[in-house]
């Protein structure tokens, strides 16, 4: 038995000095040492030996097994010093090559736009403030002036979830939220996300943004309205920018107004921009209606104020000259990559 385990002893020293892979050691540790081994079954046939033989043998067969195992060890160590050699020869990095360019994102044009009026209107003492997209009816409309049956809830094509609720159509409702309780001074611009069931084209989508205005305080007038919205659209589109109110009607004021401003692509001449008219629309506006100061707890006679609502995507498609509404959720990067 002892001239057996010498000779499986040199063959397994002979096999892991050979062995080129840590696969193939493995191999070799099972074959010899494993549970079926040719180790192990010299350790299961010790039991057929006499009493005198059991321990010579034994001592020779864990001599063995500790050899064995040392060369596996020491075998292992070089082959894995020589892999990880290997791989940082073939991995190694030339720190003279050039950086990788990070392609970095853009912010859209309408978060471009909205952060140039949040700039404007708190550069003038305006606090911004957001309220829900899903609202009442007597937020949306009714607080506004805009009682049951009145024709502006039908012009505005409303997306209802139930007679009460619905999805804002302006943020409007933002203002009575901020009056609501009679609280004053105010001001504030509140812009955000409003849906109208509007057909999709190059003016239009039912789901768009817009920027309100309001102001309330005592002895707020008309002029105070028209300096306001002078400044912004001087900071908006440049210092020689001219602007133009029209007599309007909405529900919630009086009087009211449509701004036009003069087109600073052709500085009032006429040019495909402003379709030869030399002015572009831009916002409508006006003096709060006294109705709806008395519906938020506030006297028309001691307070008067004026309210303002800008559609973002229009200062946007005016401020970066797009053409087509669309462009703005095609989500292209060749488009918005330009800004």
């Known amino acids: 038995m002892k001239e057996k385990l010498e000779a499986i002893r040199e063959t397994a020293l002979k096999n892991i ?21 040719s ?20 001592q020779f067969v864990n001599e063995s097994r500790e050899m064995i195992e040392t060369k596996i060890r020491e075998k292992k ?46 550069g003038m003492g305006y606090e911004v403030v957001e309220g829900p997209e899903i609202e009442y009816d007597y937020y949306n409309f009714e607080a506004l002036n805009i009682p049951e049956g009145h024709p502006a809830k ?13 999805l804002r159509t302006q943020t409007s409702s933002v203002q009575i939220h901020q009056m609501e309780g009679g609280k004053v001074p105010v001001r504030m611009i509140a812009p955000g996300r409003v849906f109208r069931s509007d057909e999709v084209d190059a003016t239009h989508s039912p789901v768009f943004h817009q920027v309100e205005g309001l102001v309330v305080d005592e002895d707020i007038t008309m002029s105070d309205l028209k300096g306001t919205l002078n400044e912004f659209a001087r900071e908006m589109f440049g210092e020689d920018v001219k602007t133009k109110f029209r007599p309007h009607h909405f529900p919630f004021t009086e009087p009211s ?3 036009d401003v003069s087109c600073f692509k052709c500085g009032g001449k006429g040019c495909r921009f402003c379709k030869g008219e030399g002015w572009i629309e831009i916002l409508g506006c006006g003096m709060v209606h006294p109705d709806v100061l008395k519906r938020c707890d ?18 946007a498609l005016l401020k970066y000259e797009i053409d087509d509404m669309r462009l703005m959720y095609e989500n292209d990067v060749r488009f918005l990559g330009q800004f």
């Open 17 to 37: 000095e050979a062995a080129t892979s840590l696969d193939a050691l493995n191999d070799i540790r099972v074959e010899v040492l494993g549970k079926k081994g």
């Open 39 to 58: 180790v192990t079954s010299i350790l299961k046939g010790m039991k057929d030996l006499s009493a005198q033989e059991r321990p010579k043998v034994g």
């Open 77 to 122: 160590d070089r082959l894995e010093e020589a892999l990880l050699e290997k791989r940082l020869s073939q991995e190694k990095i030339d720190v003279t090559l050039p950086g990788k360019r990070r392609h970095l994102g853009h912010l859209h044009p309408n978060t471009l736009a909205l952060e140039d009026v949040e700039r404007i209107f708190i």
């Open 154 to 166: 039908d012009e505005q094509d409303t997306f209802y979830i139930n007679s009460d609720i619905l």
């Open 257 to 259: 107004a449509e701004m």
């Open 298 to 315: 506030i006297d028309p006679e001691k307070n008067t104020g004026f309210a303002f609502g800008v559609g973002l995507e229009r200062i």
